[in-house]
Protein backbone atom coordinates (compact mmCIF):
# COMPACT_ATOMS: atom_id res chain seq x y z
CA UNK A 1 0.00 0.00 0.00
CA UNK A 2 1.76 3.29 -1.33
CA UNK A 3 1.20 6.02 0.92
CA UNK A 4 -0.17 9.16 -0.78
CA UNK A 5 0.51 11.83 1.38
CA UNK A 6 4.23 11.22 0.96
CA UNK A 7 4.45 11.08 -2.21
CA UNK A 8 3.25 15.20 -2.75
CA UNK A 9 6.45 17.07 -3.37
CA UNK A 10 4.69 19.89 -1.12
CA UNK A 11 4.06 16.94 1.72
CA UNK A 12 7.26 16.35 1.65
CA UNK A 13 8.48 20.20 2.12
CA UNK A 14 6.41 20.74 5.06
CA UNK A 15 7.70 17.18 7.10
CA UNK A 16 10.90 18.26 6.33
CA UNK A 17 10.35 21.91 7.33
CA UNK A 18 8.88 20.63 10.78
CA UNK A 19 11.55 17.93 11.67
CA UNK A 20 14.77 20.42 10.94
CA UNK A 21 12.64 23.76 12.12
CA UNK A 22 13.14 22.80 16.13
CA UNK A 23 16.92 21.46 15.68
CA UNK A 24 17.57 24.95 14.07
CA UNK A 25 16.47 26.75 16.83
CA UNK A 26 18.44 25.14 19.47
CA UNK A 27 21.65 24.89 16.94
CA UNK A 28 21.71 29.43 16.72
CA UNK A 29 21.31 29.28 20.40
CA UNK A 30 24.15 31.21 21.64
CA UNK A 31 26.02 29.38 24.46
CA UNK A 32 25.51 32.46 26.99
CA UNK A 33 21.58 31.95 26.79
CA UNK A 34 21.57 28.84 28.11
CA UNK A 35 20.27 28.54 31.33
CA UNK A 36 22.84 26.64 34.09
CA UNK A 37 20.89 24.63 36.59
CA UNK A 38 21.91 22.61 39.56
CA UNK A 39 19.75 20.47 40.33
CA UNK A 40 19.44 18.66 43.69
CA UNK A 41 18.60 15.41 43.26
CA UNK A 42 17.89 12.62 45.80
CA UNK A 43 16.76 8.94 45.98
CA UNK A 44 14.75 6.92 48.39
CA UNK A 45 14.20 3.50 47.77
CA UNK A 46 10.98 1.90 48.51
CA UNK A 47 12.11 -0.58 50.57
CA UNK A 48 14.08 1.57 52.97
CA UNK A 49 11.26 1.23 55.56
CA UNK A 50 11.03 -2.36 54.81
CA UNK A 51 11.05 -4.47 58.20
CA UNK A 52 11.96 -8.20 57.56
CA UNK A 53 9.38 -10.85 58.72
CA UNK A 54 9.74 -11.91 62.19
CA UNK A 55 8.51 -14.87 63.53
CA UNK A 56 5.62 -14.06 65.72
CA UNK A 57 4.78 -16.84 69.14
CA UNK A 58 1.53 -18.77 68.72
CA UNK A 59 -0.41 -19.47 71.53
CA UNK A 60 -2.06 -22.69 71.25
CA UNK A 61 -5.11 -23.04 69.37
CA UNK A 62 -7.03 -24.69 72.73
CA UNK A 63 -6.46 -21.18 74.73
CA UNK A 64 -6.68 -18.84 71.87
CA UNK A 65 -10.56 -21.00 71.89
CA UNK A 66 -11.02 -20.45 75.60
CA UNK A 67 -10.04 -16.68 75.56
CA UNK A 68 -12.77 -16.02 73.06
CA UNK A 69 -15.27 -17.63 75.11
CA UNK A 70 -14.59 -15.74 78.05
CA UNK A 71 -14.98 -12.45 75.42
CA UNK A 72 -18.39 -13.82 74.53
CA UNK A 73 -17.93 -15.89 71.55
CA UNK A 74 -18.27 -14.61 67.94
CA UNK A 75 -21.58 -12.34 69.00
CA UNK A 76 -19.62 -9.86 71.07
CA UNK A 77 -17.10 -9.39 68.08
CA UNK A 78 -20.41 -8.74 66.18
CA UNK A 79 -21.92 -6.60 68.45
CA UNK A 80 -18.61 -4.60 67.85
CA UNK A 81 -18.54 -4.11 64.12
CA UNK A 82 -22.92 -3.13 64.38
CA UNK A 83 -21.68 -0.38 67.17
CA UNK A 84 -19.26 1.18 65.58
CA UNK A 85 -20.29 4.89 64.01
CA UNK A 86 -21.37 4.67 60.44
CA UNK A 87 -19.12 6.62 57.61
CA UNK A 88 -19.99 10.13 57.45
CA UNK A 89 -22.42 11.08 54.96
CA UNK A 90 -24.13 7.77 55.55
CA UNK A 91 -27.20 7.91 57.55
CA UNK A 92 -27.24 4.40 58.59
CA UNK A 93 -25.30 1.55 57.65
CA UNK A 94 -26.75 -1.60 55.80
CA UNK A 95 -28.33 -4.48 57.75
CA UNK A 96 -29.64 -7.70 57.44
CA UNK A 97 -27.73 -9.73 54.06
CA UNK A 98 -26.56 -6.55 52.28
CA UNK A 99 -24.70 -5.13 54.92
CA UNK A 100 -21.47 -7.36 54.12
CA UNK A 101 -22.07 -7.08 50.46
CA UNK A 102 -22.16 -3.21 50.38
CA UNK A 103 -25.50 -3.57 49.28
CA UNK A 104 -28.96 -0.89 50.25
CA UNK A 105 -26.17 2.26 51.20
Known amino acids: MKN ?8 RRWLTAALVAPS ?13 VDYQLSYRSALSGFE ?12 ANDKVGEIGG ?3 YAKEMRQTAPV ?18
Open 74 to 76: WRT
Open 24 to 36: MAFAQMPEADTAK
Open 52 to 63: AYKEQSVQPWKA
Open 88 to 105: TGQDQPAQGHDAHHGGKQ
Open 4 to 11: SWLSRPIS
